[in-house]
């Protein structure tokens, strides 16, 4: 727990909020340096195809051309790169270049870059370039990959089949034989992508003379890109500098190592001079990770009483062309499995997942990973088991939500349980929503031809992920977090910090946790960050972390300085330090008098030491690391509903309402949780209505601007009323635990139930993500007939 429920815990506006609002961010972009190249790949127009040969000649000579590079000039550069998990050993992926080297094997590979004095003249002589190409079958749909005569993604590859993965607790036949109820139901969930505001951007320089490579990376771990980078160059670790400036949204996306980049930091060093490169957005959706595609069948086995028995989940996911570098495609099939049920009692689960290479962009990181997915399958089959034995919804879940009290326990699925609060989320949020008016409504407006549907959906997020996650794998990404106090001679407080901010606020709370700590105005409290050789070694926001443990780790810093500034103040009044506290920045006696400042502190300190009646000068500058130790993450809790209306003649949903009740531990920043969950809902209703990359049979994407592919605008959000419960996790003394994926993880879960709820008068249940207006009327149709 914390000491003091002062700053912790109030609803502060960010400091930065005013400079970003005002235009006057400072993203990777904006970075100007002389002499820079500009940067643009020729993509493969192709899903799949072999690249018979590349003449370049008159692209060289194009206007503006630095350089026209290939796969063979940044072969002595950069060593390839393949993606191993040590847990799954079965599971591989092809050997990833920087740009594409006899084969490309996804529509939008980059296979040759051009460096030019402007990117207009690097993309004019991309025109100039000739390939030979020699089509190949494209592998698209999941049912493709996995067709026994399946033509390969890859020739490096033996088959499509990326891992074959099965998790089985009890004896699932005797529970679904002997069940009075079992239901089932499949589900198709399509592409999604991030869509950040700021496309990926990098600039790299790499200076000859002392062989140290400095990238300017929009990207949320540092650490992990400067390991990355030494790795594949054959430089050093301490001979290359990453630097993340401020970060315009990345939402996991950014958490890769994506062969373009990797290309741009090899020409750095091939050519020894700086290069830029920016994707637009046509490129970011043929090149950033997506997420998501995956199909899934599954069932439930209930008693009488509406109490769980058994689940059985088969997942189909699609990976793409490869397994993205460091940390793997597979995230999102596997949470699809292992978080399925994870809010509820359920004694036996069966689970499988078969994941499939497929000539498309590689799937990846994206908010929640897999757990929109676990969550949806889970609620929708509570919401028909209810319907069959004609139990409310919201009771059927009271009946089985996992008990709140314990520690450490397992869901049946084998996800790590600690301290929940399902039940107290729930009576928060039917009150909150007025659930029992809300019923009421629905079926007084149903005579009059009205549908509106309730939709609820509980859910468990992992957050604050530790160690056990990527070291198990031998997966070379950090999972502790760091935090370098130091007093300054100003009596200003410098907080060095491993963690990330990609527009989550992360900051913001750091300063409320040092300054809570230590008695000093936000103000007071500097933030270093994104940067590896100023800000100390960790992990970077990622999994909803970045406060559960870099604030922790601040939280101990804070405290030990503070015992070094009471102690010098105490030798400075002769006092004893236990008797002295810190407010507003002054140094307050027992009798409740300042006495002090800490600048007077830290002029004493800085500057004459000798003058102070101690042994030894108490240290001014602490740093501290955590991971956690007795869990491999921390789970937070909550439970969303939507409200819709569903046009029955036209298909069209509109939302009337959402809530969310949320149980993130102890809240550092009311105002900043909030944000993070009603961003996270947005992106959720993204997925259940709107968003998804589309294909053609052809593997080649139908959709790559944002006239296409829609994303939810304002005229889409309803209003997302937030509230919350604490139960601070006992395994730091912060008690924070994540937040910033609990939005995305059931929203979309919430809708589905809402609009099958809306439908149930037609007997017709939705079975696809997005759902469209299409899809309902084909539903209400397939139910009619």
């Not at 604030?551 to 105490?570: F, M, P, T, V, Y």
């Amino acid at each position: 727990m914390t000491e003091t429920r002062g700053m912790i815990g109030a609803r502060l506006p960010r400091p930065e909020a005013r400079r970003f609002v005002a235009g006057n961010g400072r993203y990777t972009d904006d970075i100007a340096i002389g002499g820079v190249g500009q940067v643009a790949f020729l993509r493969s127009p192709h899903a799949h195809a072999r690249i018979a040969s590349i003449d370049v000649s008159v692209a060289k000579a194009s206007p503006g051309v630095i350089a026209v590079v290939t796969a063979d000039d940044l072969a002595a550069i950069c060593t390839p790169w393949q993606t191993k998990l040590a847990m799954l050993p079965s599971h591989i992926s092809p050997e990833q270049f920087p740009l594409a080297r006899g084969e490309a094997t996804w529509q939008g590979e980059a296979v040759v870059a051009v460096v030019a004095e402007s990117r207009a003249q690097a993309e004019d002589a991309i025109e100039l370039i000739g390939v030979a190409w020699a089509e190949l079958p494209a592998i698209g749909s999941i049912d493709a990959a996995a067709a026994t005569d399946a033509a390969k993604v890859s020739t490096q590859l033996a088959g499509n089949l990326g891992l074959d993965h099965v998790f089985k607790a009890g004896d699932p036949g005797t529970a679904f034989e002997q069940a009075h109820v079992v239901v089932e139901h499949e589900f198709s969930f399509g592409r999604q992508t991030g869509v950040t505001l700021e496309p990926r951007a990098i600039i790299a320089d790499f200076d000859a003379r002392t062989r140290k490579l400095t990238v300017q990376h929009s990207h949320q771990v540092p650490n992990q890109m400067r390991e990355i980078f030494a790795a594949q160059f054959g430089l050093s670790f301490s001979d290359v500098h990453v630097i993340t400036p401020d970060v315009g949204g990345a939402f996991g996306m950014k958490l890769s190592a994506y062969p373009d980049e990797m290309a741009v930091a090899a020409i750095a060093i091939l050519l020894g001079r700086p290069v830029k490169f920016v994707a637009d957005r046509l490129e970011s959706f043929v090149s950033d990770v997506h997420a998501r595609e995956a199909r899934v069948k599954s069932r439930l086995a209930v008693d009488g009483d509406g109490h769980l028995l058994a689940m059985d989940v088969a997942v189909l996911s699609g990976m793409g062309a490869y397994s993205s570098y460091p940390r793997g495609s597979l995230g999102e099939g596997l949470q699809a499995v292992h978080m399925s049920a994870a809010a509820y009692r359920l004694p036996i689960f069966n689970g499988t997942l078969r994941s499939y290479f497929q000539n498309k962009v590689p799937s990846g990181v994206l908010r929640a990973v897999g757990q929109p997915i676990a969550t949806t399958v889970t609620e929708q089959l509570l919401d028909l088991a209810a319907r069959k034995l004609d139990i409310d919804p919201a009771d059927i879940r009271r009946r089985n939500y996992a008990a709140s009290d314990e520690k450490n326990t397992r869901s049946a699925a084998g996800t790590v349980l600690s301290q929940l609060s399902l039940d107290r989320c729930h009576d928060k949020l039917l009150e909150l929503m007025d659930y029992e008016a809300l019923r009421r409504d629905q079926a007084e407006l149903r005579q009059q031809g009205i549908y509106r549907g309730i939709g609820l959906a509980a859910f468990i997020e992992q957050t604050g992920v530790g160690p056990a996650l990527y070291g198990s794998q031998q997966v070379r990404v950090s999972a502790h977090e760091s935090c370098r106090l130091s007093l300054e001679a100003s009596g200003g407080i410098r907080c060095a910090t491993s963690i990330t901010d990609q527009g989550q606020g992360t900051m913001t709370a750091l300063r409320q946790i040092v300054g809570e700590t230590l008695g000093v105005d936000i103000g007071a409290v500097e933030i270093v960050c994104g940067d590896t050789t100023s800000a100390p070694f960790g992990g970077g926001a990622w999994a909803s972390r970045g406060t559960a443990l870099g604030g922790e780790a601040a939280l101990r810093a804070a405290r030990k300085l503070r015992g070094s500034i009471l102690a010098i103040a105490g030798s400075i009044l002769q006092a004893q330090p236990h008797e002295l506290r810190i407010e507003a920045g002054k140094i307050v006696n027992a009798a409740g008098m300042p006495q002090l400042s800490i600048a007077d502190v830290a002029a004493r300190a800085h500057y004459q030491s000798h003058t102070l009646p101690l042994d030894d000068l108490p240290p001014l500058e602490f740093a501290e690391t955590y991971a956690p130790r007795d869990l491999p993450y921390f789970v937070s809790n909550g439970i969303q509903a939507a409200h819709v209306e569903v046009d029955a003649g036209l298909g069209a949903i509109r939302i009337l309402g959402f809530w969310v009740v949320d149980d993130c531990g102890t809240v550092i920043n009311p105002l900043l949780v909030d944000e993070q969950i009603r961003g996270g809902v947005v992106q959720g209703i993204g997925a259940a209505l709107y968003e998804q990359c589309i294909y053609n049979e052809d593997a080649q994407l139908e959709n790559g601007t944002l006239a296409d592919y829609l994303v939810p605008m304002a005229s889409e959000m309803p209003d997302i009323h937030v509230a919350h419960v604490e139960t601070p996790i006992s395994a730091t003394t912060l008690g924070a635990r994540g937040v910033g994926e609990a939005g995305a993880v059931a929203a979309a879960a919430a809708i589905w139930t809402a609009v099958n709820d809306a439908l149930s008068p037609f007997g017709a249940v939705v079975t696809q993500q997005p759902i469209t207006p299409e899809h309902v009327l084909d539903c209400i149709d397939q139910a009619k007939s």
